[in-house]
């Protein structure tokens, strides 16, 4: 849902038509690469196939009657399930609000090998194993934040869309073109992530390069 705050100041008061472009524009880049490679100052480090999945652009402009939407602008994709080796650092929030320290997650062939932390990491832990299925492990999203007015603060439809921010999810993915239908999907925001698509740099801790 989104909040009372997101809907009057904050991610609200971006120029959105200036955004959906640029929202697309990445997109496009997605869709080409066969591989992304993500890192961050904090210490995510991580590599993943994207081949033959496409992106998906929220740009928060909605057309036409009954559509619903709240105020994130962000590009996000479902990565080839087994293919995703590396480590997760989140240091902003997750689907229940702010970190209270680093949640560290292992990632191998795909799916999340550990989930270590605070109580934020616990509670991701939790509703991992509650969920009793093993396909609630996989990483089931890589997005990238482009709302420059947007913060982190807790509430997620905004947090994840806040420029300079990446986020991951574990858990379902057959929404937007992935293969895992588990019954949950955690979504988790980080800090100035750098990204590589196929060699090519196009994030900078957190900073568009092109």
Not at 46 to 62: D, K, P, Q, V, Y
Not at 85 to 100: A, E, K, M, R, W
Not at 197 to 209: F, P, T
Request: aromatic fraction near 4%; hydrophobic fraction near 40%.
């Amino acid at each position: 849902m989104c909040g009372r705050t997101t809907l009057t100041e904050g991610a609200i008061e971006a120029d959105f038509e200036g955004l959906e472009q640029l929202c697309l524009g990445l997109c496009a880049k997605l869709d080409a690469a066969r591989e992304i490679r993500i890192t961050s100052p904090a210490g995510t480090e991580i590599t993943a196939s994207l081949h033959s999945r496409n992106a998906t652009g929220n740009t928060a402009i909605l057309r036409g009657p009954g559509v619903q939407g709240c105020p994130t602008v962000e590009a996000f994709i479902a990565p080839v399930e087994d293919s995703a080796n590396g480590t997760l650092v989140i240091d902003g929030s997750t689907s229940f609000g702010l970190v209270d320290q680093p949640i560290v997650i292992r990632i191998a062939d795909g799916a999340a090998i550990s989930i270590e932390g605070g109580t934020a990491a616990a509670k991701v832990l939790r509703e991992v194993e509650d969920s009793a299925t093993s396909e609630s492990r996989t990483l089931a999203e890589i997005a990238i934040g482009l709302n420059p007015a947007a913060r982190v603060i807790g509430n997620l439809i905004e947090d994840e869309g806040a420029y300079g921010t990446g986020h991951f999810a574990l858990g379902r993915n057959v929404s937007f073109g992935g293969q895992s239908s588990a019954p949950i999907h955690i979504d988790m925001v980080y800090f100035k992530p750098s990204v590589w698509l196929d060699g090519a740099r196009i994030l900078a801790d957190g900073v568009l390069v092109d």
